[in-house]
């Protein structure tokens, strides 16, 4: 039992040490400084005249509040004028009421790192006791009474004719509104197809009607309320803070708009210099781009990208240079935001960082361009586009490819519009095996008669023939031809009608393509 009151005198120590050091120090004299005490609040009529913060001459600010309302109540009784006035002494400035001392305002019981001073403070107590003492002759006339309910049944007739005009308002806004929109939208069209619907812009401003009468209901509520509380003494002061409540919000919501306004023009500005140098830099890209301009270090290919990327960067730029400018930067809501923004961008965006990382390299090593005939991986087409994210082949047989830039790039890529020879068309190939037991001449010579017979393969420069593999059973040639074909279906039909000859000119000779080892598994499947 003693280890535990030993403990609980050590957890009173530990939670209060002011306390605990005030119980140990001598009583304060009036001489020594106050010590802090809990803080008792004067009123008179609902009104706070005064507020006792400090000990003086061992009296709490309970007890002179106390003894301040019992001078207040001896005062008043003696039937006198109630007329305030203030005294300075050596210990503080001192209120008087008709002459008699009310209450003393010692420096301990005011702000000093405000600016304020005993006397200071105790005129504004006794301008405040004033007011709080008209307020209560004024409570007990008759005449003043009635004339207050009059005004407070004026008030609420006022109060009630104003929200009918707000029901009234709507319903002629919203009737009004609807027909403007219905005859305005029903004109916006695209070749005869009505492009926006009228219903759903209906409903919206239905809404935003409903909010801002609701708003308007709120607000005249609310003077209703602070005009009946202002109307009696008792209430008045009730009424007078949310008068004061209400014109201190709108004057910070208007300070606030007028100190956003500069860092707003700033942002104006910034985006205005942004805009004119992104304008400048597609001015002399589009130049590039269309041929007109020469720069070594750019050309027509990547002019485009390269617009892209100084656009961005610019945006960027700006975006980073407004942002202390922007209203409601510096809180720390609008700081989270951009934080999770960021991160979510960061974590959730990186295939797509990915693949405009492999598009921007595709472009600029000009791995590909747009009309080249290519092969990647196991497909074979035409370029149609060269996007930051993806690219797209036409194979010219009624389909499109689609392929990832970053699967552009892992793979092995075939360029057969770039063979260093002519600049228009492409390479196209044939493979055909033959066995050892048809000379190679002939091959050759077959092969130059199916590319002599396609139209569309080019004379010059000629058709030539590759012995690419000298296999176990047979020999792979491969028919190499130029054609100046620009479109993918008309690739896909050339390559078709030279496949077709190389078998018409083939069956013609009697020179088989199929390869003497799967003819000689054929024979004896044929045995059995």
Known sequence: MTIFRALLVLALLALYPFAWAAELEPTPTAAAPAQPAVRADFTVATRKVFVFRSTLDGHSPQDRLEAAQRRLDKALSGKGPQRTATRQLAQGSQVLLDGAPLFLVTPNDINALAGDTPHDVAQDSARKLERALAARREASDPRVLVEAAALCMAATLAYVVVLRALVLLRSAVKSRFERLLGVRLARVSFRNVRLLDAQLYVSFLRQVTMAVVWGLRLLATYIWISFLLGEFAYTRSWGEWLKGYLVEMAVGIGQSMAAAIPGLLVVLVIAALARLVMLTAASVFKRVESGELQVGWLDQDTAAPTRRLVNLVIGLFALAMSYPYLPGSHTAAFQGVTVLAGLMVSIGASSIVAQGAAGLILMYTRSLRKGEYVRVGDKEGTVVDMGMFETRLRTGSGEEVLMPNAWVLSNTTSNFSRDGVTEDGFVTEVKVTVGYDTPWRTVHALLDD???????????????????????????????????????????????????????????????????HFHHVALQNGRK
């Open 450 to 516: 199916a590319a002599a017979a396609t139209q569309g393969i080019a004379a010059e420069p000629e058709p030539f023939i590759v012995q690419s593999a000298l296999s176990d059973f047979y020999i792979e040639y491969r028919l190499c031809a130029h054609s100046s074909a620009d479109s993918p279906r008309g690739r896909a039909e050339v390559r078709n009608a030279l496949h077709q000859n190389v078998l018409d000119v083939f069956d013609a000779a009697g020179v088989r393509l199929t390869s003497p």
